[in-house]
């Protein structure tokens, strides 16, 4: 699977961005999509993601209420809305496809490259 993610940049905290992840080489609609961050010095963590059935789960604690997850199966593309933005949510955001959730935090799925948000005073 191979993945291309945009949408990223700079904003000013309390600033939106959404970020995009088209998904080609394989039935979208088979795959769990999900969003991983990772800022500098701490550990990559999952932020979002919708399983190929479409369920779709905010998981870190810090943006429910703010970031939506969602998918469109008709573009292959998975989004990752966010609002009232924070200096501690700039990270280099990811784009991930696999079988399932699980298999996203086990490391393993195909990763995109990164885009990346940073979030100014």
């Known amino acids: 699977v191979q993945l291309v993610e945009s949408g990223g940049g700079l904003v000013q905290a309390g600033g939106s961005l959404r970020l995009s992840c088209v998904a080609s080489?394989?039935?979208?609609?088979?795959?769990?999509m999900g969003w991983f961050r990772q800022a500098p010095g701490k550990e990559r963590e999952l932020v979002a993601a919708?399983?190929?059935?479409?369920?779709?789960?905010l998981y870190e604690d810090s943006v429910k209420g703010r970031f939506t997850i969602s998918r469109n199966n008709a573009k292959d593309t998975v989004y990752l809305q966010m609002k009232s933005l924070k200096l501690e949510d700039t990270a280099v955001y990811f784009c991930?496809?696999?079988?399932?959730?699980?298999?996203?935090?086990?490391?393993?799925?195909?990763w995109g490259q990164g885009t990346q948000v940073n979030v100014s005073s």
């Open positions: 080489g394989r039935t979208f609609s088979t795959l769990s």
């Open positions: 991930v496809a696999a079988r399932s959730v699980a298999t996203m935090l086990a490391g393993a799925g195909s």
């Open positions: 919708c399983t190929w059935s479409g369920t779709c789960t």
